[in-house]
């Protein structure tokens, strides 16, 4: 397990999570009457808040208020952006970078970049943000969903493989929970068919892939920059390349269809307004001077609290590949029914009354089972395409077993920067009661 290696446990909390109450952890697996659940009326096993980190201050203040001394707070070749720009670069080495919007945004620039038109078929994960899929439904292409890892929750190579077909032309790869997984094999894959990889990284800001930066593998890659991620704007993203055939169109479909680097070009596409203003990337230029802290932080912890829950036959931890840095935006866990006689929301009710916040699942059902996509109702009610014959997809007819079975079993627990390691070790105390209490 990786040391978090540049500050002690006190200097990093000094410097970034409110004070954390001054109770004493519960040892929850120690001590007579210790073993009654606290929703039965024990002790709580987690007395203390949950700690939450500060996560702007002095940093962020000094950078807007250089924003504000400017005459001008639009983003082409203005100085917050060239800051934002520069520090992106110097981590992600990519030449061709567009700040945007959101994290959606930088998905349907990067898709409209690609190429992607009516009828072309796009392979991505359906537990995700429908953010991943937004623009490839804009360009009138069509979302092919693949299998997913069962303990990953990334996409599975060979099903991918699988469902390529003369229309497919890129597959975006979900790090789910900032987890990159067989992304080598994905390339591979990408490549032998001439396809686009494009990487969805939205939350997975400072992840590591065999030591390299996610988001440098495949051909694009797209970041949000929404209240929750590591790092944050209230909302935002960047989309970026280096090849010098999409880098420009990045700008292109960024920004209204205007190609700045090249004003000749005449616009014959359609592309949406999804600038970001200089306030915003003063603010991410800021934040970005507190990623490399809060990403070792994070990956520290939630292998800890893997290791803290090895044995526990009700949970199945999330799989990361020891070459990797899994920067868990959530410590995204599995419960195991057959270990378990209860079901998931009573183990989290339980969970809840000893203190620990888990959440029950992720999202309702996969991104197929969504009504838009079973009914096809993208565009009032309508999907062109598939009325024009350019698709015969049927989203009512999907089916994926391992991604439902995840669907239905999985929690989060909330994990974050300003969490130590005796909150990490009481709260697998807690899952460890709780579980031990309902075990099958
Ligand atoms: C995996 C993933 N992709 C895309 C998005 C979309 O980002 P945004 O909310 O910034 O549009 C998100 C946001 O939650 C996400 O988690």
Request: aromatic share 8%; with cysteine; proline share 7%.
């Amino acid at each position: 397990m990786n040391q978090h290696p540049h500050v002690s446990r006190r200097e990093f909390l000094a410097a970034t999570s409110t004070a954390i109450a001054a109770l004493p952890l519960a040892a929850a697996d120690a001590g007579p009457g210790s073993s009654t659940l606290a929703i039965d009326g024990g002790s709580k096993a987690v007395p203390q808040a949950m700690p939450k980190p500060k996560r702007w201050g002095e940093p962020e203040l000094a950078q807007l208020a250089q924003a504000i001394q400017q005459p001008s707070l639009y983003y082409w070749r203005n100085k917050q952006t060239a800051l934002f720009t520069q520090r992106y670069q110097k981590i992600y080495g990519h030449k061709f970078v567009q700040p945007c919007s959101s994290g959606s945004a930088a998905l349907h620039i990067a898709v409209g970049a690609a190429g992607i038109g009516p009828g072309d078929e796009v392979i991505t994960s359906s537990i995700t943000d429908i953010g991943t899929v937004i623009g490839v439904i804009f360009q009138n292409a069509v979302p092919v969903f693949a299998e997913l890892d069962p303990h990953t929750y990334c996409l599975d190579p060979h099903d991918v493989e699988s469902k390529i077909t003369p229309r497919t032309k890129a597959i975006i790869a979900v790090h789910l929970s900032g987890n990159p997984f067989r992304l080598a094999e994905l390339k591979e894959i990408a490549d032998r068919h001439k396809l686009i990889l494009i990487e969805d990284c939205a939350q997975a800001w400072g992840a590591l892939y065999r030591g390299k930066p996610v988001g440098t593998v495949g051909q694009i890659c797209c970041f949000s920059l929404q209240d929750t991620k590591h790092i944050a704007c209230g909302d935002g993203g960047v989309v970026s390349t280096s090849d010098p055939r999409l880098g420009p169109l990045l700008i292109k479909y960024g920004d209204k269809a205007m190609n700045r680097l090249n004003p000749a070009d005449s616009s014959n596409v359609i592309a949406c307004n999804y600038r970001m203003t200089e306030l915003q990337a003063a603010f991410v230029a800021a934040q970005l001077t507190r990623l490399e802290e809060i990403a070792a932080r994070r990956s520290w912890l939630g292998e800890l609290l893997t290791a803290e829950l090895a044995g526990v036959a009700a949970i199945a931890p999330p799989k990361v590949d020891p070459r990797d840095r899994c920067v868990h935006w959530a410590y995204m866990c599995r419960l195991v029914p057959e270990k378990v006689r209860c079901d998931r929301p009573q183990f989290v009710k339980a969970l809840a009354a000893e203190g620990v916040v888990f959440t029950n699942g992720y999202i309702a059902t996969p991104i197929y089972g969504m009504p838009m996509f079973r009914n096809h109702s993208f565009f009032a009610g309508r999907w062109p395409i598939k009325e024009a014959g350019l698709t015969v997809m049927d989203y009512a007819k999907v089916k994926l077993p391992v991604t439902e079975a995840i669907i239905s079993t999985c929690m989060r627990f909330p994990l974050n920067e300003a969490m130590d390691e005796d909150y990490i070790r009481a709260v697998a105390g807690a899952v460890r009661k709780v579980a031990r209490h309902y075990a099958a």
